[in-house]
T-cell receptor, first 115, second 113 residues
Framework: AQSVTQLDSHVSVSEGTPVLLRCNYS??????LFWYVQHPNKGLQLLLK??????LVKGINGFEAEFKKSETSFHLTKPSAHMSDAAEYFC?????????????FGAGTRLAVHP | KAGVTQTPRYLIKTRGQQVTLSCSPI?????VSWYQQTPGQGLQFLFE???????NKGNFPGRFSGRQFSNSRSEMNVSTLELGDSALYLC????????????FGPGTRLTVL
């Protein structure tokens, strides 16, 4: 069965410093992976997605993620954090066979950005 | 292009009542999925509808049901509400193909007293 594990429940960075949010996945076949962001009292917004094309995926707002099959990882990075990046981030994998649009979410990582 | 809309945004119900939530997808999208978000369980898949048919179902009791209309709008119903049903209910729409991007609505916050 497909699953994702977000390795940190909370990450705190200073404005202007790099961001690293870690995600490992488990999949019996080539996965489709996503990162979504949720700002307080808002719905989920797609940051980026990987669907077996380029392993380095660029997303919105300067975020990118690298798919590493050997490490079963899909970590999210950003070179320089901005105050507006403070939010909860979810690593997501598409569900199993027949699960066309069943998204399986990680537990989330809450990102705090300090001035 | 208008995004996914959900109504109502907030609901307060008491135990034993039933509730119906509505979701209007992005124009042209044929797939609507529903998710429940709680602090304890996180985000969990409820079900997906595509062209008026339930295509996938999560591990929720039969009290949770849904339907989709010919214009792709979807409703979710929860009968005999329990305190544990208090959650943010999110719907998402997509074209319907595997790994197509799902666009989420703002959610309906349900509180069960």
């Amino acid at each position: 069965a497909q699953s994702v594990t977000q390795l940190d429940s909370h990450v705190s960075v200073s404005e202007g410093t790099p961001v690293l949010l870690r995600c490992n996945y488990s999949s019996s076949y080539s996965p489709s992976l996503f990162w979504y962001v949720q700002h307080p009292n808002k719905g989920l917004q797609l940051l980026l997605k990987y669907t077996s094309a380029a392993t380095l995926v660029k997303g919105i707002n300067g975020f990118e993620a690298e798919f590493k099959k050997s490490e079963t990882s899909f970590h999210l990075t950003k070179p320089s954090a901005h105050m507006s990046d403070a939010a909860e981030y979810f690593c997501v994998v598409i569900g199993g066979s027949g699960g066309y649009n069943k998204l399986i979410f990680g537990a989330g990582t809450r990102l705090a950005v300090h001035p | 292009k208008a995004g996914v809309t959900q109504t109502p945004r907030y609901l307060i119900k008491t135990r034993g009542q039933q509730v119906t939530l509505s979701c209007s997808p992005i124009s042209g999208h044929r797939s609507v999925s529903w998710y429940q978000q709680t602090p304890g369980q996180g985000l969990q898949f409820l079900f997906e509808y595509f062209s008026e048919t339930q295509r996938n179902k999560g591990n929720f009791p039969g009290r949770f049901s849904g339907r989709q209309f010919s214009n792709s709008r979807s409703e979710m119903n929860v009968s005999t509400l329990e305190l544990g049903d208090s959650a943010l209910y999110l719907c998402a729409s997509s074209w319907g193909g595997r790994a197509d991007t799902q666009y989420f609505g703002p959610g309906t916050r349900l509180t069960v007293l």
